[in-house]
T-cell receptor, first 116, second 110 residues
Framework: GAVVSQHPSWVICKSGTSVKIECRSLDFQATTMFWYRQFPKQSLMLMATSNEGSKATYEQGVEKDKFLINHASLTLSTLTVTSAHPEDSSFYIC????????????FGSGTRLTVV | KQEVTQIPAALSVPEGENLVLNCSFTDSAIYNLQWFRQDPGKGLTSLLL?????REQTSGRLNASLDKSSGRSTLYIAASQPGDSATYLCAVGSGYALNFGKGTSLLVTP
């Protein structure tokens, strides 16, 4: 149980285009999902917290107009990288808590974004 | 702000050895601590979750301990196998999102 599905697993896009990444909780409802970014040989850094039915909360230094987050339902959150640049190339991964934070977190399989 | 540190950054051992990965955190007010495995280019696989009230958790050849007061956790891997080669991430839950260490890259050689 508690599976999070993330798509696509990898994407290559041209500079200036937008890319949408989907994160779905398959067998549970997730009122809150988290989006992380991981650069090579670095730790996962929290980008934003996605809340169902309300605006996302962004971490300091993360541009909310560039990384659009939509959490339209209890099972789906999307991250759209707008006007992508090569420096946005990274590994993006989403996460959800099954219920409350005391029960741990489950992660999607990640999306490798390469902007050329 | 919670800081999570993992030592060593990289480790290479021959098959069959027992090994210990270390994780330390600066703020002892945590809900839980979770150990993950990450294979190259892949997502995270949860290995063990320790609640703040617990001292350790075991799963197969893995054992994780938690000492909240000293801000430390260890992941013990018994009888290591080449298939254990991966990056191991320690993450601390403080009631919000997780705070991750940079991981320990483990290579188990046949």
């Amino acid at each position: 149980g508690a599976v999070v599905s993330q798509h696509p697993s990898w994407v290559i896009c041209k500079s200036g285009t937008s890319v949408k990444i989907e994160c779905r909780s398959l067998d549970f409802q997730a009122t809150t999902m988290f989006w992380y970014r991981q650069f090579p040989k670095q730790s996962l850094m929290l980008m934003a917290t996605s809340n169902e039915g309300s605006k996302a909360t962004y971490e300091q230094g993360v541009e909310k107009d560039k990384f659009l987050i939509n959490h339209a339902s209890l099972t789906l959150s999307t991250l759209t990288v707008t006007s992508a640049h090569p420096e946005d190339s990274s590994f993006y991964i989403c996460s959800a808590s099954v219920s409350e934070s005391n029960y741990g977190y489950t992660f999607g399989s990640g999306t490798r974004l390469t902007v050329v | 702000k919670q800081e999570v540190t993992q030592i060593p950054a990289a480790l290479s051992v021959p098959e069959g050895e027992n090994l210990v990965l270390n994780c330390s955190f600066t703020d002892s007010a945590i809900y839980n601590l979770q150990w993950f495995r990450q294979d190259p280019g892949k997502g995270l696989t949860s290995l063990l979750l320790i609640q703040s009230s617990q001292r350790e958790q075991t799963s197969g050849r893995l054992n994780a301990s938690l000492d909240k007061s000293s801000g430390r956790s260890t992941l013990y891997i018994a009888a290591s196998q080449p298939g254990d080669s991966a990056t191991y991430l320690c993450a601390v839950g403080s009631g919000y999102a997780l705070n991750f260490g940079k991981g320990t890259s483990l290579l188990v050689t046949p």
